[in-house]
């Protein structure tokens, strides 16, 4: 029996649930702690580890950790957008692009770590100040999905993709014995 679970997708894909105030504290525990769950994936990797791609042909570890900062930037930016403005229209990225670019290059992985802290502790603030209603009346229009969500389904997305990215790292770890 083939049990193996695909590299890409280590705690599986996103599926959203209806609204519920405790799946809203626990995504929101999951923005707040990803730095700190992010740090400790990385801790005592030499720089070699720092430099392997999670899957072949898939992203470095190094990557991984800017990318995860690349997209809460733009998430942040998001979720403000939705908060202060009628059914924006959000500015999709190429995120590809972005993990090849010179800064993602050139710097360490502690440069978006201590980025990752900052920006989560000013989200995780915003994030409580939304009120219940909101999450399902506030939306951003995607214009590559062609599709509007809800902040309760982008809250859900990015609670997922904290734990998704991690988990690529620690099971790289495992696999490895690292
Ligand atoms: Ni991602």
């Not at 997209?71 to 995120?95: C, D, Q, V």
Request: aromatic share 12%; net charge negative.
């Amino acid at each position: 029996m083939d049990t193996k679970i695909d590299p890409r997708f280590p705690i599986g894909k996103y599926i959203p649930t209806a609204f519920s105030d405790d799946q809203k504290e626990q995504w929101i525990a999951d923005i707040r702690f990803l730095p700190a769950a992010l740090e400790h994936a990385v801790l005592n990797l030499n720089e070699d580890q720092i430099g392997t791609p999670y899957r072949e042909g898939g992203w470095t570890v190094h990557q991984l950790v800017h990318h995860v900062a690349d997209s809460h930037m733009n998430a942040y930016i998001r979720f403000k957008l939705a908060m202060t403005e009628e059914n924006p229209t959000i500015k999709p990225y190429e995120e590809k692009q972005w993990a090849e670019a010179a800064d993602v290059h050139q710097l360490p992985v502690n440069i978006s770590l201590t980025l990752l802290h900052a920006l989560h502790e000013r989200w995780t603030v915003f994030l409580k100040s939304i009120p219940d209603e909101a999450w399902e009346e506030r939306t951003v229009f995607h214009p590559e999905h062609q599709r509007t969500m809800t902040l309760w389904f982008l809250l859900g997305l990015y609670a997922w993709h904290c734990r998704h990215h991690t988990a690529h790292i620690t099971a790289l770890r495992e696999r490895k014995g690292w």
